[in-house]
DNA sequence: AGATAATTCAAACAATTGTTTTAAACAACT
DNA sequence: AGTTGTTTAAAACAATTGTTTGAATTATCT
């Protein structure tokens, strides 16, 4: 059998635990046998519905991709505001959003954030279907807050600036927590870091744009 | 035998091969076969130079991070010149030279690179003894340039927000690669790195500065 | 040279992994 | 009920892992 024949229960609890796990522990360390413990379902069944763990860890991460940018779409909020600076923010708080959170069925945040510094051999899928459609959009709004005869190179390193940062504060986790017990950057901080990095990274993006050659005005300055 | 007692040949090649598979693959997808032969040597030879896999990797660790933090001083050239930007600068080619080599049998850069993200059971130690000092002197310089009444939490975000760009540019070759075939940011990159995210980072935290107090003359903002 | 310690080697061990098999339980429909 | 197709269950399989064993080899010293 190949995939999504049936809906049966044990079908959706592997892939629930499965997303669980792997978010977890990452793809190669999760084992089948705890997936299946925590679905309370028999380690063949794994073969059975799926295939085999490759394939299980496929429809994972295709599923919670469906949701997770259904849930938290790039361009949220983009279209109405005509501001770069908005469209920026709203770009960096719906990026922050999905791969931070982690509370709810959406494994996907930390799926795609390990997927980011250990690629597996999904990864191909993910850039294609998630990570380039989404770095495009940040470097449009990226160009045209720096202006649009910008090197494209420039674009891309400020591009990765931006996105650096945001993934940064994701898996920064186990070292905040050790140099300073007690703060925290987690899903509750949305707010706060979108507001950082946003700050942060607009003033650098404007002094970059100033630096090519003059700028003529772009309202703010000095 | 607990562990450095005799400079055999061979127990030098199991550190040179052992830094370059954890590197290359991790700590838990690293197989200790591999590793020695690789270093031509017997599976038995590392239970008997190191004691276990752990014990390896982390005298692997331990000698990389001295050989790594004496060629790559977090303070090279810092303590002479006195413009906080200019240790700025120094600061980020200094942290990128570390994370980026990979040449020169100094694995330690993506050994660190990859505990930041993955940590194992030897992440507490790379905390203490090279994670936090260095971290302290960045803090530092942050808040020199943003100014002396700035909080806590604003210097550390803004910390983080350096460390996060210099740690993506480290690890962002594959999705780079994939999105870009052509481009690339590596170990020869290091200038043009270090002068993009000191220029960027740079006027993010003027701007920061200027934030804290006067707020009028800043045209966006709301 | 001969004795003693240090090192290397091939083989086996025990534990864990993903996967497969075979039969039993269940469901649905005539 | 009876037949058929689908789903679950327990056990075994084959491959890979870190680790250990015990003998063979090499180096070291008197």
Redesign the interface.
Known sequence: MEDKKTSSKTRAAIMEAAGKVFAEV?Y??ATIRDICREAGANIAAINYHFGDKKSLYLAVLKHYQEIAFKAYPPDLGIKETQKP?EKLRAYIRSFLTRIMDDVHPAWFGRLLARE????TWA??IL?EET??PS?QLLTEIVAEIIGKNSKE??V???S??I???????R??H??IT???PG?S?GFKHIKE?TE??S??????????GK?KHSEENK????
């Open positions: 990452g190669s360390k600076e980011f510094t250990e690629p990864f191909d850039v990570i380039r770095f190179r420039i891309r390193l400020c990765m600036s996105v650096g940062q945001c993934l940064y504060f898996h920064s186990p070292v050790r140099l300073y703060e950057f870091l950082h990095i700050f942060f990274s607009l003033h650098g993006l404007i002094a970059e630096n309202c703010k300055k000095r």
